[in-house]
């Protein structure tokens, strides 16, 4: 994979990945629908309650409209 083309693995899986780094996650809702806050609060639950049960969370930022997590 050449600099120009850097972005050229997006969307086609698998994705390898090295153990010992840490993977950035992000993903928004249809068409950018704005999330009321009480349904952003139970993400945010979602995502604390995996943290040493499948991934090891190391931050989680819940958006209107999108979510990023580091794990």
Request: aromatic share 8%; glycine share 2%; proline share 6%.
């Amino acid at each position: 994979m050449t600099l120009a083309h850097k972005y050229d693995y997006r969307r086609t899986l698998p994705h390898l990945q090295k153990g010992s780094r840490p993977l950035f996650v992000t993903f928004n809702t249809f068409d950018r629908w704005q999330v009321p806050e009480h349904i952003r609060n139970i993400v945010l639950a979602s995502c604390l309650r995996e943290h040493e049960k499948t991934i090891d969370l190391h931050c989680a930022v819940v958006m209107p409209d999108h979510v990023h997590r580091l794990i």
